[in-house]
């Protein structure tokens, strides 16, 4: 059977593929929307899954990115139900001494913090608050439109020198181990900006990791943490419900099998139960490269060039996430002065460091570097009061070498290995909240086989579409020479997480994807052939 064609195809209901179908719907497209899953979100997805009284999320859980990102702000999803709350303080570290680097909206607050620890921090943490405001939003925009960011190099090259000029461009490019020791004195904002950084795979000694750190914690300083009332469903529902209330179609339960070429342009969609589904103007595949040039696409079809630099297309590490429903709140030995939602877990930056250099170099961390939130602090819905909602999540590697630690993980990652793991993990929460164990109702492993299985984008548990190290990313991601939504087939563009500005939940690919089709029809409609 052959559908009538709509004017785009989206394959993915992600966060990624709704941003896109929602360019292309206000652009006067028909849309349809193709999601293998019964339900939208991929890994922006929650439940009751642990717990019938407790809502965890999934994958994703704090969204900083995407109340930044204008691909998702410019939809003014708040008009189609998304309520966003925030924790009272945004990120926590806590240290073995009962000391608590903060992170808090307000900026006086997180200096006057850091100024009690270590005298000149609070002044230097304000210097460089100063500096993100002047230049901060369009650098933002940079990372998050086209490559190349034309417009917000435009408005940002002016403000350069207000910031310290090629100074603050060194800053950006110094590994954030350097930064944070030539501009701080206490570890405070070495912990949170260091912290922050590690949330990528981008190794803490290693150009790229001070912007990752710059971006994300001065998003905590200027939008918050924030997360959906409800779970993190609500984000990609809303999505959902704008799409549908404009005219787009999502179809749910519809796996794409095959994408067929002819003539050097997209032609249709196979589906798994054998439906051809006609390419109109456009396709916007939200899959990993991985998948469209290895197995939707026929190798015949796949432009050499992507071919051959898909040879050395590299994922970003593997991902081990437990949930847990505590019977009350995470018994820190030291309260902190505001409940932060999300809490970073290590015992300085050296240790930070060594346990993301063993996952670089195939060891299972002995004592893994972990990101953690608090959900019912941040979000009152998620639990019964007096009760927490609380997950950890930590990278280990693709292919495991050795374990660093005493368990003998051999990283198979079957139920054996995941429990063992989940056990180190845990008893790192222990460490910092004696009487953490008792209070644990019931826990969910997710492994890299279960994550990958919730959404196949997450190969091996990887979380961002491959690794964000430099040498895979702006003109090298996917492959050298790409850096955009095209492929080098005719009317079909990657949306995915693959493609730049890569991992998180700002709907730039997306958004990107969309903006080139629309451009490139627009040229058709203009040249004469």
Excluded at 127 to 153: K, M, N, S, Y
Excluded at 215 to 220: E, F, H, P, V
Aim: net charge negative; proline share 7%.
């Amino acid at each position: 059977m052959t559908s009538t064609a709509p004017d785009a195809v989206v394959i993915g209901a992600g966060p990624n593929g709704l941003v896109a179908a929602n360019h292309l719907v206000d652009a006067g497209w028909s849309v349809l929307v193709l999601e293998s899953a019964p339900e939208v979100g991929g890994a922006v997805h929650s439940s009751r899954d642990v717990h019938p009284d407790f809502v965890h999320d999934t994958g994703s859980a704090f969204y900083p990115l995407a109340a930044a990102s204008p691909a998702i702000t410019s939809l003014h999803l708040e008009d189609h139900g998304l309520r966003w709350r925030q924790a009272p303080a945004v990120l926590g570290h806590p240290t073995r001494d009962g000391e608590w680097a903060l992170l808090h909206r307000d900026r006086e607050v997180t200096a006057a913090s850091m100024e009690g620890q270590h005298r000149g921090d609070g002044d230097a943490w304000l210097r460089l608050c100063e500096q993100w405001d002047r230049i901060g939003d369009h650098l933002v925009r940079g990372l998050l439109t086209p490559f190349p960011p034309v417009r917000a190099t435009a408005g940002g090259l002016p403000r350069l020198p207000g910031v310290g000029g090629l100074r603050f461009v060194r800053d950006l490019l110094t590994p954030v181990q350097q930064l944070v020791r030539d501009r701080f004195g206490g570890r405070s904002p070495q912990l949170l900006l260091a912290g922050n950084a590690g949330h990528a795979d981008i190794p803490l000694d290693s150009p790229g990791s001070s912007l990752m750190a710059l971006m994300l914690t001065m998003l905590g300083q200027t939008v918050g943490y924030p997360v959906p009332e409800g779970g993190a469903h609500q984000l990609t529902l809303a999505l959902a419900r704008r799409l549908e209330s404009r005219g787009g179609e999502i179809r749910r339960g519809t796996r794409v099998s095959g994408i067929d070429v002819i003539d050097g342009r997209v032609a249709r969609m196979r589906t798994a139960e054998g439906e051809a589904i006609a390419a109109g103007r456009a396709v916007v595949a939200t899959v990993s490269a991985p998948a469209l040039y290895g197995s939707l696409l026929d190798a015949q079809d796949v432009p050499a060039r992507v071919a051959k630099g898909m040879e050395h297309f590299a994922l970003d590490p593997a991902t081990v996430k437990v949930d847990w429903a505590l019977d009350g709140p995470v018994p820190w030995a030291s309260a902190p002065s505001s409940a932060p939602g999300t809490v970073h877990i290590a015992d300085s930056l050296e240790q930070m460091t060594e346990s993301l250099q063993q996952v670089s170099t195939g060891a299972v961390p002995a004592q893994p570097f972990m990101l953690a939130g608090q959900m019912t602090t941040t979000d009152p819905t998620r639990s019964p009061a007096g009760t927490e909602s609380m997950w950890a999540y930590t990278h280990v590697p693709q292919k495991t070498r050795t374990d660093a630690g005493d368990s003998g993980i051999r990283g198979e990652w079957d139920r054996d290995d995941c429990e063992r793991f989940a056990d180190r993990m845990q008893e790192r929460i222990e460490q910092l909240a004696p009487g953490f164990g008792s209070r644990v109702v019931t826990r969910r492993i997710l492994g890299p086989h279960e994550l990958e299985a919730h959404d196949a984008n997450l190969i091996g548990g990887a979380l961002n579409g491959g690794t964000a190290q430099l040498h895979q990313q702006l003109v090298f991601r996917p492959v050298p020479g790409a850096g955009r939504a095209e492929t080098g087939i005719t009317g079909l563009y990657l949306g995915s997480a693959s493609a730049h500005p890569g991992g998180g939940v700002h709907g730039a690919p997306g958004a990107n994807a969309a903006r080139a089709a629309l451009a490139h029809a627009r040229m058709r409609n203009v040249l004469p052939w």
